[in-house]
């Protein structure tokens, strides 16, 4: 009976270590995921074999990393950093501050599927309560036709449109693979989507108007939610989103040839 009660030397021992070390543990595990979820975001989409999961491993080492193209089912977070001096908060800080040369701002690059089927993935996480998410890239294949990333870009500009008012929001359109012989400029870029995403706001506004009910105005209230820009009427153009908030940039690049530190600064600016 004595032993039940008084267990071991040894016994007692672990059991106190085990007690004081738990409470430790929970307290960094904790609280790593607790910093990690409060990190900046930036939230990477595009259509698949763009080159997003290449520039997400691009921003966590500075270099290119060869990866084979795959559809993935979930997002996948990478932790990243960047010189201090590279941020938009560093033109408070005085040039001869000796540590801005050697801090480095941390951030996070949330790399979501491409696929359509699973894209509803970056549109839960853009309107889950409590992100932290800087901006959004945007990543296409520069030599590729643009009917369908223009389709999947009007789509995440819709989004944001629904969101605008809540907090102002930048969009970076990494026009990918431009060393390819067949990639076009980002300029070029930019007028082929606007045009793309015109056609598909007209059909998806006609559509809209040939079902549902309509209201006096002969325009259902919840059907204006669903059309981007002013009714959807006319050529869209990329500046009609700072109307509602959204900013966005287009610049050309190459995770190839690590072409890649316009859209570092970018990051950097939203920062």
Same mark, same amino acid.
């Given at each position: 009976m004595d032993s039940i009660f008084a267990p071991p030397t040894p016994v007692l021992i672990i059991a106190t270590i085990l007690i004081a070390l738990i409470? +430790?543990?929970?307290?960094?595990a904790i609280f790593r995921v607790g910093a990690n979820a409060s990190l900046p975001t930036f939230l990477v989409l595009?259509? /698949?074999?763009?080159?997003? $999961?290449?520039?997400?491993?691009?921003?966590?080492?500075?270099? @290119?990393?060869?990866?084979?193209?795959?559809?993935? #089912? $979930?997002?996948?977070s990478l932790e990243?950093? +960047?010189?201090?001096?590279?941020?938009? %908060? =560093? @033109? *408070?800080? /005085?040039?001869?501050?000796? /540590?801005? %040369? #050697?801090?480095?701002?941390?951030?996070?690059?949330? !790399?979501?599927?491409g696929h359509a089927k699973l894209r509803h +993935?970056?549109? &839960?996480?853009?309107k889950r309560p409590g992100n932290n998410i800087k901006g959004l890239i945007f990543v296409? !294949?520069?030599?590729? &036709?643009?009917?369908?990333? =223009?389709? *999947?870009l009007h789509d995440v500009l819709?989004?944001? #449109? @629904?969101?605008?008012?809540?907090?102002?929001?930048?969009?970076?359109?990494?026009?990918?693979?431009? !060393?390819?012989?067949? =990639?076009?400029?980002? %300029?070029? +870029? @930019?007028t082929l989507l606007e045009k793309e995403i015109t056609k598909t706001r007209e059909s998806r506004s006609k559509g809209l108007m040939d079902s549902g009910v309509?209201?006096?105005?002969?325009?259902?209230?919840? !059907?204006?939610?669903?059309w981007l820009g002013e009714g959807g009427?006319?050529?869209f153009k990329m500046e009609v989103m700072e109307e509602v908030g959204v900013e966005v940039s287009l610049k050309g690049g190459s995770v190839e040839t690590g072409e890649c530190e316009y859209w570092r600064q970018w990051v950097g600016s939203c920062l």
């Open positions: 409470p +430790i543990i929970l307290h960094f595009g259509p /698949s074999g763009s080159g997003k $999961t290449s520039l997400c491993l691009w921003f966590k080492k500075g270099e @290119k990393t060869t990866t084979p193209t795959h559809t993935s #089912q $979930t997002a996948l990243c950093d +960047i010189p201090a001096s590279m941020t938009a %908060s =560093a @033109k *408070y800080r /005085s040039t001869n501050d000796p /540590s801005l %040369s #050697q801090e480095h701002t941390k951030f996070l690059v949330m !790399d979501t599927p +993935i970056a549109y &839960e996480e853009l296409l !294949d520069s030599a590729e &036709e643009m009917a369908k990333a =223009a389709e *999947y819709l989004a944001l #449109q @629904k969101a605008g008012g809540k907090k102002k929001m930048r969009l970076l359109v990494a026009c990918n693979k431009n !060393d390819l012989f067949t =990639a076009l400029p980002a %300029s070029r +870029i @930019k309509t209201s006096t105005d002969g325009v259902g209230a919840d !059907d204006e939610n669903e009427e006319g050529e």
